[in-house]
């Protein structure tokens, strides 16, 4: 199972709930905690319902800042919800369909730091209270070693003790990560840069037992001054499997479209050849004339990931340029990409409504998460979930 925190600096944003889509379709978490909302209670669920999850947990903001979401499928996890203040929510996890359990805190630690040493207080009053599997995770908003910042004042020793001394009190361990070294940044020039790892995911022994393959990684960041980061329970390789041809009804709104079907029929052969050629060429046509968005957008992701990589070490005005450049030209790219969700859609959205709404992107993730085998029970009733267990199955069903 993933979990993902992300501090989005507003929920109000005009790409937030599209980046959150974004996120869920990249990484399928089961829990994602969005901090920094800056929505009250009373709105929040308005927002909340219309993204990909089922269930949610939303705190007050602090006057006009702070503010936690915790979200998630309940398919994939069992929520009950334990205590929660402006700076915390903690819950009780139970994994499904492996059924096993565990303590979830988030945390939006308060850029005041007289009212930080308030959370380390709770904290430490939880780990009191329990000796379960437990994990803490969001925005601390203290870096806990000078390497954990760059530019600007030095990191307070006194501050940063205050925080080690809670984590101890908890009984926690920072399993390291990968990416970018730093998950926030004031994107200001070179000269007057900060960059700190604030954003962070503590574990403590008995949870690292259950999931000794557990991994950490900063993602890249795009729409906010923080990264969104990624815990994998069980990290795994991509399973690369032949896909059936599949005609796309969105296909036949492209005007190059009827060009690939003429080429393929163009000479008298039986039908079943024609069919091949067809299928054959229309997903080569598919994959250069559309697939091109998905390309170039991770193209630009990545291009964005290396110069945050940079610049967490060599900061240069050349790159702080760059990486303002790329953001904009993914603004372009992620405005063509939801055009071609709408079409995705399988929807008229010319009866169903405006082109630009969220309708779309959520029909096609819902039609996509509804298609999506994580898990197979076989003969027994064991639940399989390995890849080289799931293929003799599969390959018997299909």
């Given at each position: 199972?993933?979990?993902?925190?992300?501090?989005?600096?507003?929920?109000?944003?005009?790409?937030?709930?599209?980046?959150?889509?974004?996120?869920?379709?990249?990484?399928?978490?089961?829990?994602?905690?969005?901090?920094?909302?800056?929505?009250?209670?009373?709105?929040?669920?308005?927002?909340?319902?219309?993204?990909?999850?089922?269930?949610?947990?939303?705190?007050?903001?602090?006057?006009?800042?702070?503010?936690?979401?915790?979200?998630?499928?309940?398919?994939?996890?069992?929520?009950?919800?334990?205590?929660?203040?402006?700076?915390?929510?903690?819950?009780?996890?139970?994994?499904?369909?492996?059924?096993?359990?565990?303590?979830?805190?988030?945390?939006?630690?308060?850029?005041?730091?007289?009212?930080?040493?308030?959370?380390?207080?709770?904290?430490?009053?939880?780990?009191?209270?329990?000796?379960?599997?437990?994990?803490?995770?969001?925005?601390?908003?203290?870096?806990?070693?000078?390497?954990?910042?760059?530019?600007?004042?030095?990191?307070?020793?006194?501050?940063?003790?205050?925080?080690?001394?809670?984590?101890?009190?908890?009984?926690?361990?920072?399993?390291?990560?990968?990416?970018?070294?730093?998950?926030?940044?004031?994107?200001?020039?070179?000269?007057?840069?900060?960059?700190?790892?604030?954003d962070r995911f503590f574990m403590n022994p008995s949870w690292c037992l259950l999931y000794p393959d557990a991994k950490i990684s900063h993602l890249t960041r795009c729409h906010s001054d923080h990264c969104p980061v990624l815990m994998e329970t069980k990290p795994r390789g991509q399973m690369f499997l032949t896909r059936p041809f599949k005609f796309q009804s969105f296909w036949l709104s492209d005007p190059s479209f009827p060009s690939v079907v003429n080429q393929a029929w163009r000479q008298p052969r039986k039908l079943r050849d024609a069919i091949d050629t067809f299928a054959h060429q229309a997903s080569l046509w598919n994959k250069n004339h559309f697939g091109n968005i998905f390309h170039k957008k991770k193209r630009i992701m990545a291009?964005?990931?290396?110069?945050?990589?940079?610049?967490?070490?060599?900061?240069?005005?050349?790159?702080?340029?760059?990486?303002?450049?790329?953001?904009?030209?993914?603004?372009?790219?992620?405005?063509?990409?939801?055009?071609?969700?709408?079409?995705?859609?399988?929807?008229?959205?010319?009866?169903?409504?405006?082109?630009?709404?969220?309708?779309?992107?959520?029909?096609?993730?819902?039609?996509?998460?509804?298609?999506?085998?994580?898990?197979?029970?076989?003969?027994?009733?064991?639940?399989?979930?390995?890849?080289?267990?799931?293929?003799?199955?599969?390959?018997?069903?299909?």
């Open positions: 199972m993933n979990i993902i925190v992300w501090n989005c600096r507003g929920a109000l944003k005009p790409n937030f709930q599209s980046y959150v889509r974004e996120l869920v379709r990249n990484h399928n978490p089961g829990i994602m905690v969005v901090m920094e909302t800056r929505v009250r209670r009373d709105k929040a669920k308005e927002i909340t319902d219309r993204l990909p999850f089922d269930g949610a947990i939303h705190t007050e903001t602090m006057g006009f800042a702070g503010g936690i979401w915790l979200l998630w499928n309940s398919d994939r996890v069992e929520v009950v919800q334990l205590a929660n203040t402006e700076q915390e929510i903690h819950v009780e996890v139970k994994v499904l369909p492996t059924n096993l359990s565990w303590i979830f805190t988030a945390v939006y630690a308060s850029p005041r730091c007289v009212e930080r040493q308030v959370l380390w207080g709770n904290l430490s009053k939880v780990a009191e209270l329990h000796n379960l599997p437990w994990v803490i995770a969001g925005d601390f908003n203290e870096p806990l070693i000078d390497e954990d910042k760059f530019g600007g004042r030095p990191v307070s020793m006194a501050r940063s003790l205050l925080f080690k001394e809670c984590l101890d009190k908890c009984n926690m361990v920072d399993m390291g990560f990968n990416g970018p070294k730093y998950t926030w940044t004031n994107r200001r020039e070179v000269s007057s840069l900060i960059q700190e790892r604030i291009r964005l990931d290396g110069v945050q990589r940079v610049l967490a070490s060599e900061p240069s005005a050349s790159l702080v340029s760059l990486e303002n450049h790329l953001i904009k030209e993914l603004d372009v790219v992620l405005e063509q990409e939801k055009d071609l969700w709408a079409l995705k859609s399988r929807i008229n959205w010319m009866v169903l409504g405006d082109r630009n709404t969220s309708f779309y992107h959520v029909s096609a993730i819902t039609r996509r998460k509804r298609n999506l085998i994580t898990a197979i029970k076989n003969e027994v009733g064991d639940w399989l979930m390995r890849r080289g267990k799931l293929l003799p199955i599969s390959g018997r069903v299909s």
